[in-house]
């Protein structure tokens, strides 16, 4: 992290903890905080403390038998002053915390997703997760962060569109008499709404753009293809994941798929090729 060039100085805790000090005894206590500030620590030797402040040992020596209770000797045998120690450690924390909040607030602002999108996506950002990150590398590895939860917000929302569909449903149904089950296949149908998020996840994932109608036919051929899928909820997040493994032609953006897998269709002007690499 860099050095952090300023530390707070307490006026009211200045006068009272150097009220009993000299002037010169003041001076030279100020200039070796400054030094502690610095450098991290003060050396456990007279002769380049009193150096440090610009006077002879001999000149410094008195001073320093009253000056030196304001300091204590680490575990590495150096002199710092405690207090300022923890302010200094303090400062740094909060101000390497709000450049990792910076620059989260950077990814977000530059990102062209929509205000729904951006806010799921922050949610479960961690300070703490970045802290051992220099401030070069911060700004590459939070971006990549929220453009990873940017995917996972589209199937957030698209679960819970298919959720309150799957919900509309069943309280249709609760207001008249309860139907007849219904065959397997028409169970399996995909909503207006789950189409829109399946193209929305596409473009995001796989920079692919599709139509409803070939989303339907990818979806068709997905039940097809995977018939043990019984509740409308599941399949549907089971599509979206398999979505990620169909292999696209970048030209033509048309998914390939397998012959002879009992399903046969084209979609837009061109038709649909076996070459599922899953």
């Known amino acids: 992290m860099e050095k952090d060039p300023a530390f707070f100085f307490y006026s009211k805790d200045w006068l009272q ?8 005894e003041k001076g030279v206590y100020i200039d070796l905080l400054s030094h502690q500030h610095q450098d991290g620590f003060l050396p456990n030797d007279t002769k380049r403390l009193a150096r440090m402040v610009g006077m002879s040992e001999s000149e410094f020596l008195p001073i320093w038998e009253v000056v030196k209770e304001k300091f204590t000797l680490n575990n590495d045998n150096q002199f710092v002053n405690d207090k300022l120690t923890k302010l200094t450690k303090d400062r740094t924390e909060i101000a390497h915390t709000n450049r990792i909040i910076s620059a989260l607030a950077v990814a977000v602002k530059r990102s062209k997703e929509s205000t729904e999108i951006k806010t799921i996506a922050k949610q479960g ?5 970045f802290k051992h990150l220099n401030s070069t590398e911060l700004t590459e590895k939070v971006t990549e962060w929220f453009t990873n939860r940017i995917t996972i917000a589209y199937i957030a929302i698209a679960n819970a ?6 919900n509309k449903e069943k309280r249709i149904e609760g207001m008249g008499e309860r139907e007849k ?7 399996f149908e995909i909503s207006e709404v789950q189409k829109k998020s399946a193209i929305e996840f596409l473009g995001i994932t796989k920079q692919i753009h599709l139509t409803e109608t070939e989303i339907s036919t990818l979806w068709q051929t997905f039940i097809l293809q995977n018939e ?3 509740k409308i909820k599941d399949a549907y997040n089971h599509f979206l994941n398999w979505l990620k493994f169909v292999n696209f032609d970048k030209n033509k953006n048309k998914p390939k798929f397998p012959k002879n897998d009992g399903f046969d269709s084209g979609v837009g002007n061109g038709e649909i090729y076996r070459n599922m690499e899953m």
């Open 17 to 24: 903890g150097t009220a009993k000090f000299l002037p010169e």
């Open 125 to 129: 950002f961690n300070v703490n997760d």
């Open 161 to 166: 569109n298919a959720n309150e569909n799957e």
């Open 181 to 187: 089950e219904k065959p397997n296949q028409e169970k």
């Open 228 to 230: 043990k899928h019984k």
